[in-house]
Each structure stands twice: as C-alpha cells, then as structure tokens.
C-alpha cells in the first residue's frame, strides 16, 4: 500500500535519509516498516511511501522533524506512475537561435547556434559576448533556449 507524508517543503530528501536509519534501527520480525520511499521533485512537501502495515509507517514518524502528517487515505498506484517514468524531452534548436549554455567551461555565457548535429545530439555555437567569436561543440543537454 502507498502512503503519503506531508512534511516541509524543501526538507523532502532529509527526512527520507531519517525516516530510512528510523526504519532500520525498528525492524520487526525481520521486516521493515517501510518498503520503499519516493521523492520527487514534482510533489513538493510530500514524500510516498510504500509499506505493508499502514499503522507501523504511521508510529514511524513521531519524533521526525519536518514530518507534519500522514495522508489518511492509501494512494492508487496510477496517481504516482507517471513520476515513476521518466520521459527523455526532446530539444528543438534551430540555425540562428540563441542559447545559454548550463554547464562546462562556459557555463552563463551566450551563444547563437550555427550547426545543428541531430545524430550526434551536438550543437555548433559561436559565443556572443567575446571579442572574437569562437565556434564551440556543445552537448544538447548543457544548453537552454533563452526566447527572443
């Protein structure tokens, strides 16, 4: 069965790494209470939790700070599927556009797109704010779009 506990917003992943040594150090039978626990950045302030004994997952929280409550009905796995899946998102850039580069060397810096290589998920850009403009390789994902 899936639960979920409401707890702060942005402590989401610290109170997993505690609730996860909790259920440890209280195993039962040889059985923890918790089976599994999902974080996701998509569910701010909530973490879910897999258990097979709702009562046990619902002590383990007392004493853990930034854990406000527990979600009184039990989650259907189909609400929480899609974040489970991840779905690679395809970059669309063109000659002529403009880009920001995210990471590497010239992270910050902006660029126009003169080469597009699909194939090799690589773009060719020349760097805007340089004395010389200078073509660059970089990688698909280390850019973002900036709209014009």
């Not at 007392?62 to 395809?90: A, C, D, R, W, Y």
């Not at 920001?100 to 805007?128: C, M, Q, W, Y």
């Amino acid at each position: 069965m899936l639960l979920a506990y409401r707890v702060t917003a942005g402590q989401e992943s610290i109170v997993a790494d505690m609730l996860y040594e909790k259920a440890k150090k209280t195993t039962k039978e040889g059985r923890n209470p918790i089976d599994a626990l999902l974080v996701s950045a998509r569910l701010k302030g909530y973490l879910i939790v897999e258990t097979h004994n709702a009562t046990e997952a619902k002590q383990l929280i007392t004493n853990v700070p930034h854990v406000k409550s527990v979600l009184s009905n039990e989650i259907p796995f189909e609400e929480i599927k899609g974040m489970l899946e991840s779905k690679p998102q395809k970059i669309v850039l063109n000659k002529g556009d403009i880009i920001e580069v995210t990471s590497g060397p010239f992270k910050g810096e902006r660029a126009k797109v003169s080469h597009v290589n699909e194939d090799k998920e690589e773009i060719t850009v020349e760097l805007i704010e340089v004395a010389v403009p200078i073509p660059v390789t970089i990688k698909l994902n280390a850019v973002k779009i900036i709209p014009q």
